[in-house]
Each structure stands twice: as structure tokens, then as C-alpha cells.
């Protein structure tokens, strides 16, 4: 009885979560945000919509949480860093890699992003596959392996992977139009570096390195 109380949350947004982001987006500027439009979205999408009942008190630390199935939701200084550097504009047609809670991307599709998101997890991706839609963001989900990117959908002007990668997967390289940017955390399951991937021509990708990371992995990939 008071469990199912517990897991019946109202999905209700009010003063007080309005504030707590006020808060939360001071806190990431403070921390080296600056895109105006990555700051109103991470002001506007509410964070704690997007958290497991267990830790929904937290929804406006700057902090990941788990989600279930051992993945997270990740910190929003991530989730807004990722963002700036993949530099979104409205309409940009954008692939994520790791839908997980879902928050990314309703921060993607606040900024007027047309998303598409693939998670493997199938109990992941049906929970948000109700919750977005439900709270007004309207992304095509797909339940699947995002080393093969979306062939049938792409080429996508932006692609974000939001797990740590043991290499770029060479898919997403050739999903990504020329001109698109793709941010990327490589490395081992420990540490990875943010890496910033422009296609320049239909030959050439310049990359950037843009500092350490930790994420979950990004399961599967040539090492299985
Ligand atoms: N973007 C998410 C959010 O806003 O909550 C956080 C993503 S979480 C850090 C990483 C997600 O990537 C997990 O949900 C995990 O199941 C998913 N994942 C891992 N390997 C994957 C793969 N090969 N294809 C698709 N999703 C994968």
C-alpha cells in the first residue's frame, strides 16, 4: 500500500521546483555554462520528473542519480556541457545515443531539436517512452543498439552519445552530415575524454578533446 503510494507520482511542476532550478541553472553558469539557450533548457525541463522515486528529493543537485537497471541520469553540468559543445540549433535534426531517464532528451526537443533516441534497455526505453509524451516532449524513441546508429534516419546534423565509448563507432561517424558535430565521452569504463568530432568534408573529421568524464559504458561495440 504505501509502496504503491510511493511510486505514484504526481507529475506536477510548481513554484518550488521552479526555484530549485533557478538555482540549478546559477549553479552550472557558475561552473562554465554560457549558451543562453542550453541555460533556459536545463530551467525549463523538470528534473525530477525524470528521477527514480528513490532519489527524487535530489532532482535539482547538481549530481547523476541512479535510474535502475544500474544506469543513471546524468549530472546536469554533463547533460548542459554536452550540449553547448554540440552547439543545437532549432530544427537541428539530432540523434542520442542513451535515452536513459529521458532527460537529454527533453533538453534537446526544449531547444526545438527534432530528436531521435535509441536505448538498449528495453524496461528504460518503455518507461520513457510514456513519461516524454505525457509531459509534452515528443521524440522517436527506439529500442536498440546505438553502435548502429539509425541508418534509415540519418544523416542527422548533430549525434550526442551519453555512455562512455571504448572507441568512436565508425556508424555514427558516417550518420553525421557534413558540416554536423558529434559529441562523444571515449575511453575506458573509468575515465573518458569528451570528444568533439566535426565531419568538415565527406573525407575529413576534425577532433577536439574537451576534458575527463565518467559515464556508464556504452555496451557491446566490437569488444562485446
Ligand atoms: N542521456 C541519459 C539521461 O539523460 O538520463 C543518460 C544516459 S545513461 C548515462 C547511459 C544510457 O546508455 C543507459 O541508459 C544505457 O542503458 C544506455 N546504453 C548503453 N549502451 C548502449 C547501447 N549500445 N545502445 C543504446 N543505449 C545504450
Redo the contacts with the bound molecule.
Keep these: 500500500m504505501l509502496a504503491n503510494l510511493k511510486n505514484k507520482r504526481p507529475l506536477e511542476d510548481n513554484y518550488r521546483h521552479r526555484g530549485l532550478r533557478r538555482k540549478l541553472v546559477s549553479e552550472i553558469q557558475s561552473k562554465g555554462i554560457t549558451e543562453a539557450n542550453v541555460l533556459e533548457a536545463i530551467g525549463n525541463v523538470p528534473r525530477h520528473l525524470?528521477m527514480d522515486s528513490s532519489f527524487v528529493q535530489f532532482a535539482y543537485r547538481d549530481k547523476?542519480f541512479p535510474?535502475g537497471?544500474?544506469?543513471?541520469?546524468?549530472q546536469p553540468y554533463t547533460?548542459a556541457f554536452q550540449t553547448q559543445l554540440l552547439e543545437v540549433k532549432k530544427f537541428d535534426k539530432v540523434l542520442?545515443?542513451?535515452?536513459?531517464?529521458?532527460?537529454?532528451?527533453?533538453?534537446l526537443c526544449e531547444m526545438g531539436a527534432t530528436v531521435f533516441?535509441?536505448?538498449?534497455?528495453r524496461e528504460?526505453y518503455d518507461k520513457v517512452r510514456a513519461l516524454l509524451p505525457s509531459i509534452g516532449y515528443e521524440p522517436m524513441f527506439f529500442h536498440?543498439?546505438?553502435?548502429a546508429g539509425l541508418p534509415t534516419y540519418g544523416p542527422f546534423d548533430r549525434i550526442?552519445v551519453?555512455?562512455g565509448a571504448p572507441y568512436i563507432p565508425e556508424a555514427l561517424l558516417e550518420q553525421l552530415k557534413v558540416g554536423g558535430r558529434m559529441v562523444i565521452p571515449v575511453g575506458s569504463q573509468h575515465h573518458q575524454e569528451m570528444k568533439l568530432v566535426v565531419r568538415e568534408s565527406e573525407t575529413e573529421y576534425r577532433t577536439e578533446d574537451k576534458g575527463g568524464f565518467i559515464?556508464?559504458?556504452?555496451?557491446?561495440?566490437k569488444s562485446g
Design positions: 525524470f547523476a535510474i537497471k544500474g544506469q543513471t541520469i546524468s547533460v542520442e545515443v542513451g535515452t536513459g531517464s529521458g532527460y537529454q532528451a527533453a533538453v533516441t535509441i536505448e538498449r534497455h528504460l536498440g543498439d546505438g553502435y550526442i551519453t555512455a559515464f556508464v559504458p556504452l555496451v557491446g561495440g
